[in-house]
Structure formats: structure tokens, C-alpha cells
């Protein structure tokens, strides 16, 4: 039956990841995919994960099943991370928390349990997104909508685009929202802009739905949770999924977590036994390891220290590099066109160019950048930085 099969072509950032590593020249720059690097263009294990994994090793007596929720410590570290430890929704019971496989996972299982709840729910994400949204949600049977969000001529959000696009939206929708360091633009919403579709959704009964997989790239954790937690104090109803992956440099280990908060502790304690049913039909159970490393991170002070200020290594990494990219672009293009680089957060922006200057960049100039012209900016250097705008003001 396997010949009936067409192949099918790369995935468009691993297979560019493909073509970088092919590539032999000294110049080569990666752009595309999406993790951290350090200036020497390194990914490394952070240092309190490697404290964190030596306890672990020292004191792990099992690897017996988790259990369907996930790791318990680890689930309420999260829920304090994402939530602050005394959110009022928090003490009156009506969050809870599973932990998932990545934010990925996060985002399939909070699908399924969406879909229960509502049988046909439309989910509405913004224009754009990241690309791994509609195929996860879409896989698990929702059906997505777009509200307008970035003006890809301005470089900025189209704040009253989407609030009037999501005008559209019906009583019980769904509104998924990035929690920071928004993915593929940077574009995040000031905290006005947050208070203005918290109110949007109050008055038109819609549930969010926040994605938050960089908290602390953007200005720090609880900055970060800005929109999670004045959602959780105002509306109802709320879905968060987060990732592990990049603020602990935990990409492989695959560690994330969904929650929900609903109306009452009641409606809570129900919620969590459809969370973790649909994940006894996805995956069983989600992996322990990153879980159990996050939980003792979060768990001893100094760990916590250690880890909080390897975030603000990597997050003021990415906005000095935000900053001296910007400037040394208006330099050799003399125009301010790259200005929005320096004021948008997180790993990603859009650099607005077209499909023959980014392949003009790859085949002349060794720069790998996806097609939609999205940058990691985290693989700019000092050392690379001065090739790298050249060669876009060369292309230009
Ligand atoms: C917006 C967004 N959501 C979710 C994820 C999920 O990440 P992971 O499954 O690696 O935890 C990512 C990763 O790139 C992301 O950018």
C-alpha cells in the first residue's frame, strides 16, 4: 500500500536548515531556523540545566509511567510562571494544568478538549502566524480563521484591522493570541492594546487562546505574562499553552504545558479530566525528563537565579542585536526602512524582502532566510553582521 504514497517536499525551515549545512562556505549565515544562538552561533545547553540534570541523575530512583497529566511539581511551577503565584484565579481553583509534549503537543491536545466543549468551534488566529498553527489545530478538527493583525508596509501591527476582523468573530469563538515575541512578525500588543481586545472579547463573548512559547525573550517573565494574566483576572475563560522550549533551551527534550481556566473550580477539575484523556489518545503520557529539569529549576532558588539571568543573557543578546542590526542597516542602505527591527522583541521579524532578494541572498551572498522573509535575528553576530548587511543592501 506504501507505493500509493507521493513524497512529499521538505519541511520549508528544515529543509533550508538542509541546504545551510550542505553550504561550504566560510561566509554562510543561518537566519532560518527557529532557536537560539549565542554569538558564536551555538545552541548550547543553558547551566542551570546542567545542575538541574545532575541531580536529577543523583537522585532518580524510577522511570515507572508519569502518570496522564504530566509531572505534578512541574505543573504548578508553570502555572505560577505563567500566572504569578498569587493570581486570584489561581486561589479560587479554576486553573489547571497538564504538561504536553512541547508546545506543540500543548497546542493538539487544547484542540481536542476545545472541540469537545464546543462541538465545530471556528478558532481565529492572526495574518499572519506561525505556520505549525493550522496543522495542529486544523489535524485535530478545528476550523481556523484569520482576523488581520500585521501591515506588512507599515512593519507594524494593524491594531484597528484586527480589532474590527475579529468583529466577525461569534459568541463562544475562539481567539488565538501570542503571549509575547509574536511568530513570524515580532509585532507583540503594547498593554493598552491588550486591555482593548480583552475588552473586545469580554463584550463579544469570545474565549482566548494564548501561545506563549518565548516567555522572558521579550522583556522578562512577568512582563512577558502581561496578556495571560489580565485575561485570567477578566475573562471567564481562558486557554494557555507554553513551551519550555526556548526560554530553558529545552528544544529536543520536548517540554510544554497546556491550561485551562474556567468558570469555577468545578468546571476546572472537569476540564483537566478531558485534557488528560485526549492525551491518553494522542500520546499516553508526555516524556519526563525536561519536565522533572524544569520543576527542579523552578523549585530551588538558586537555580532559579541562575536560569532567570541565562534568559536575560539570551533576550539582551537578541535586543542589542536588534538594535545594532537596525542601525547599521539605515547605515549602508541609507533609509530608515529596517527601523521596526530594534523596536519589535523576540527572535523573529519579517524583513519585507521579496522572494528574488531572498534568493538572491542565499545564491550570492551564503544567507539563509525562509521564504516569507522571516529573520532569526539570534543568528546575527558581530562577526557576521557587517557581511550581512551588505549583502542585503546589495540586494536590495
Ligand atoms: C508560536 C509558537 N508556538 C509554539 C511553538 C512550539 O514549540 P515546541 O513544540 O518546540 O515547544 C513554537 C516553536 O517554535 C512557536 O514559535
New binding site residues.
Given amino acids: 500500500m506504501f507505493d500509493r504514497l507521493k513524497k512529499l517536499p521538505d519541511d520549508p525551515i528544515l529543509g533550508l536548515l538542509r541546504l545551510y549545512r550542505e553550504d561550504d562556505s566560510p561566509d554562510k549565515v543561518d537566519l532560518g531556523a527557529?532557536?537560539y544562538q549565542n554569538e558564536q552561533g551555538q545552541t548550547e545547553v543553558l547551566g542551570a540545566v546542567k545542575q538541574a540534570e545532575q541531580r536529577l541523575w543523583d537522585s532518580q530512583q524510577t522511570k515507572v509511567y508519569e502518570g496522564l497529566r504530566g509531572n505534578a511539581d512541574f505543573n504548578t511551577a508553570m502555572t505560577r510562571m505563567m500566572f504569578g503565584a498569587d493570581h486570584p484565579a489561581l486561589n479560587d481553583g479554576r486553573i489547571v494544568t497538564v504538561q504536553t509534549?512541547?508546545?506543540?503537543?500543548?497546542?493538539h491536545i487544547a484542540a481536542g478538549v476545545l472541540l469537545r466543549a464546543s462541538p465545530g468551534v471556528k478558532v481565529w488566529a492572526s495574518e499572519p502566524?506561525?505556520p505549525?498553527?493550522q496543522p495542529?489545530l486544523s489535524s485535530a478538527g478545528i476550523n481556523i480563521e484569520t482576523y488581520p493583525y500585521y501591515d506588512a508596509s507599515s512593519n507594524a501591527i494593524e491594531f484597528d484591522a484586527m480589532l474590527e476582523g475579529l468583529q466577525r468573530a461569534e459568541r463562544g469563538d475562539v481567539v488565538l493570541l501570542?503571549g509575547c515575541?509574536?511568530?513570524?512578525t515580532g509585532a507583540d500588543l503594547s498593554r493598552e492594546q491588550w486591555d482593548r481586545v480583552i475588552d473586545l472579547l469580554e463584550e463579544r463573548g469570545l474565549v482566548p487562546f494564548i501561545?506563549?512559547?518565548?516567555q522572558g525573550f521579550a522583556e522578562g517573565i512577568d512582563e512577558d505574562a502581561y496578556g495571560i494574566r489580565a485575561s485570567a483576572a477578566r475573562l471567564p475563560e481562558l486557554v494557555v499553552?507554553s513551551?519550555?522550549?526556548?526560554n530553558f533551551g529545552?528544544?529536543r527534550d520536548?517540554?510544554?504545558c497546556t491550561s485551562i481556566v474556567a468558570q469555577s473550580n468545578e468546571h476546572a477539575q472537569t476540564s483537566v479530566s478531558h485534557l488528560a484523556n485526549v492525551t491518553r489518545r494522542v500520546y499516553s503520557m508526555p516524556p519526563a525528563h525536561g519536565a522533572e529539569v524544569v520543576q527542579i529549576i523552578l523549585n530551588d532558588a538558586e537555580l532559579t537565579r541562575l536560569w532567570l539571568s541565562e534568559l536575560g543573557t539570551m533576550r539582551d543578546r537578541v535586543n542589542n542585536l536588534r538594535r545594532q542590526f537596525a542601525e547599521m542597516l539605515a547605515t549602508k542602505t541609507g533609509t530608515d526602512r529596517f527601523a521596526f527591527i530594534a523596536q519589535q522583541r523576540g527572535m523573529?521579524s519579517l524583513l519585507g524582502l521579496d522572494k528574488a532578494q531572498i534568493q538572491r541572498l542565499r545564491d550570492e551572498f551564503h544567507i539563509y532566510i525562509v521564504g516569507s522573509s522571516r529573520a532569526n535575528i539570534a543568528g546575527v553576530s558581530e562577526a557576521n553582521l557587517d557581511y550581512l548587511t551588505d549583502s542585503i543592501a546589495a540586494v536590495l
Fill in positions: 527557529g532557536v509534549t512541547g508546545g506543540s503537543g500543548g497546542l502566524t506561525w505549525n498553527h495542529l501570542h515575541c509574536h511568530n513570524p501561545d506563549v512559547a518565548y499553552v513551551s519550555c522550549s526556548k529545552l528544544y520536548r517540554v510544554g523573529f
